[in-house]
């Protein structure tokens, strides 16, 4: 998400607001103010509900990859020691990776 698409329904709110306080304050801009101010409102009730399905759905997905990642890390304190999910290349418990205990060693170009 764009950081500045949650900042869109705020400014439609305000333009709304500054609209309806010009219309208060001057007599002859009320009745021209008053039907954008009702046909702009519900445009910004729209922006919010739309930016707070997307953020929700957003929180929702991270809470299920956190209680992913929780699980997978139990899962891996339960296994016995030296296998907690060490990565290729990773150390292992004696200092020494895996991929250079499988390398053969290079040879030097021939000339």
Known sequence: MK???FWVP????AVISIGALVGSLVPEYSKILRPAFY???PMCF??????????????????HRVARLEQSQQKD????????GRR????GP?????LRKQRKP????VN
Do not use: K, N, W
């Open 3 to 5: 950081p500045i698409s």
């Open 10 to 13: 705020a400014t439609v709110c």
């Open 39 to 41: 046909g702009l409102l």
């Open 46 to 63: 729209y922006f919010v509900g739309s930016i707070l399905s997307r953020m929700h759905r957003e929180i929702s997905r991270l809470r």
């Open 77 to 84: 304190a339960q296994r016995p020691d030296g296998e907690h």
């Open 88 to 91: 290729a290349g990773s150390p």
């Open 94 to 98: 004696d200092g020494e990776d895996d």
């Open 106 to 109: 290079v040879q030097p170009p």
